[in-house]
């Protein structure tokens, strides 16, 4: 894709949301000034399809959105997100703050917005639980400690031990010592 077909297409995801968002707050009698939200589309996130951004001295939430989620996304999921990133600039507007609890949780239930938006990348990692009777998984991009050192941590479900799947390469381990010879193994394949 040249630069000049980037900035097309980051052009049109700025104009779709601003749309999305005059519609949202004119249904939803959304209290948010949307003069005071700025756009800007990155080409660079892999996993989060959209962050919002306050600028306490200036008063102004960026809203981020990303390229690859927009071209992997329906639009009825991409106009979540920016249903998603509106409440966190309601929040930011209104509280100075802003988070994924109860508030948040309220707001965005009346906007029919996701709590969490879904990754729009595949995990590099999958962490499983181990127990028989319990389906917990949970995917990660980034080798977090509980990806380097499963042993230390138990699943979030049932407590019991877990195991981390390279995903690329379907290998697992279930301890620190397992991670890094898995790592060692695979070299750079990894």
Not at 37 to 64: P, Q
Not at 73 to 93: C, K, M, N, S, T
Not at 109 to 131: I, K, M, N, Q, T
Request: glycine share 8%; aromatic share 10%.
């Amino acid at each position: 894709m040249t630069d000049g077909e980037e900035d097309t297409l980051a052009d049109e995801i700025v104009a779709r949301a601003r749309i999305q968002a005059r519609e949202v707050v004119a249904e939803h009698e959304l209290a948010i000034d949307l003069e005071a939200v700025e756009w800007t589309v990155s080409t660079r996130a892999r996993r989060r399809a959209g962050a919002c951004r306050w600028h306490d001295g200036h008063e102004v939430a960026t809203i981020v959105l990303a390229r690859r989620a927009y071209e992997r996304y329906d639009w009825p999921a991409f106009a979540g997100v920016i249903r998603h990133e509106l409440v966190h600039a309601w929040e930011f507007q209104q509280f100075g703050d802003s988070g994924h609890g109860n508030r948040f949780r309220k707001r965005a239930a009346a906007l029919e917005a996701p709590r969490y938006c879904e990754s729009f990348a595949e995990p590099r990692y999958v962490l499983r639980c181990r127990a028989a009777d319990c389906d917990w998984q949970a995917n990660r991009h980034r080798a977090s400690k509980p990806v380097k050192a499963p042993g230390q941590y138990r699943c979030g479900v049932c407590g019991g031990d877990y195991e981390v799947e390279h995903a690329k390469s379907g290998r697992t381990w279930t301890t620190a010592s397992g991670y890094g010879g898995t790592k060692a193994t695979l070299g750079d394949a990894w």
